[in-house]
């Protein structure tokens, strides 16, 4: 077998089952986007402020109605109550019957009610109370910019050892990386620390790349010069699109599951749900994938 259908193939595999989040607003583009996307997809629905609770229910519903795997985002600190998170899980239940939820912090610098982050909303219990099997939990393989790197390992050993002792099967989504370099050396400590579950790693969709910066800036993202070059970002031609293909070819060349484990593409669609999914499909054939 020759090393460039070993890239294609393995290029096939990692973008074999994507998924693509969404926010609640996004329904009329998903709906635009929707004979792009396999049957099944794992769509993650964000849980961002202004939009409200009957909102994320009913996008994750249509979500569902669309053929797609919906998976609600649960922010910790911005729920109020515990109540405002079990009605939460109860209209998930009521109206989606999902069996998969995605958990994390949130940005609010204070909780804004009980929930101090992540850990806590797995330790309650509610959540396998209310027929979540499956939970999704954030991984940052460049750091985060409020906590520290042993804090983080820490943290996801912790929330590894509850998930699992309540039942629950897991999987660890990335924050978006334009390097690899970081991304690979994170995925090895990871394995290294004992924790085998899925990995998706974040891929930023095609978008102009001032639109990238904005989303890398925002969200504490490494984009220096040298690897907006690497991977054909030009700081002179900011309203250029620029899409992840060299990034994902590089994933192909150098993940090893040995060292690396299982691991699969999530992609941000900062341009747009039909754009991302264009341009899956474009990419799939470009490289041979059925």
């Known amino acids: 077998m020759t090393a460039g259908t070993h890239a294609a193939q393995s290029v096939c595999t990692l973008l074999d ?32 402020p202004g939009e409200t609770f009957e909102m994320r229910i009913a996008a994750a519903k249509r979500v569902r ?28 239940q009521q109206e989606v019957g999902t069996d998969h939820a995605f958990v994390v912090a949130g940005d609010p610098p204070e909780p804004m009610g009980p929930y101090e982050d992540a850990l806590s909303i797995i330790r309650s219990g509610l959540l396998a109370q209310y027929g979540i099997k499956r939970v999704g939990i954030s991984g940052y393989p460049e750091g985060h910019p409020d906590i520290g790197n042993d804090k983080l390992w820490k943290a996801s050993l912790d929330k590894q050892t509850e998930i699992l002792e309540r039942g629950h099967d897991f999987a660890v989504v990335t924050q978006f990386a334009f390097d690899a370099d970081p991304v690979l050396k994170w995925l090895e400590e990871l394995r290294k620390n004992g924790i085998q579950a899925l990995v998706r790693v974040g891929v930023p969709g095609p978008a102009t790349v001032k639109r990238l910066l904005s989303f890398a800036a925002r969200c504490g ?4 010069t040298k690897v907006m070059k690497k991977y054909g970002l030009s700081l002179t031609k900011l309203l250029s699109t620029a899409g992840p293909d060299q990034l994902i070819e590089e994933y192909a ?3 090893d599951p040995a060292r690396h484990g299982d691991v699969l593409m999530h992609l941000y669609p900062f341009g747009g749900l039909r754009a991302t999914a264009e341009w899956v499909r474009d990419f799939r054939a470009r490289n041979g994938c059925s």
Not at 221 to 224: D, E, I, Y
Request: charged share 25%.
């Open 65 to 92: 109605d669309l053929g797609f795997l919906p998976i609600p985002h649960i922010s910790a600190r911005r729920l109020q109550s515990q109540q405002e998170l079990e009605g939460f899980l109860a209209g998930i």
């Open 17 to 48: 089952r994507w998924s693509i989040e969404m926010t609640a607003k996004d329904v009329p583009h998903l709906e635009e986007a929707a004979d792009l996307i396999p049957k099944g997809t794992k769509i993650p629905v964000t849980f961002l």
């Open 253 to 255: 060349r150098r993940l």
């Open 221 to 224: 993202v490494t984009a220096s």
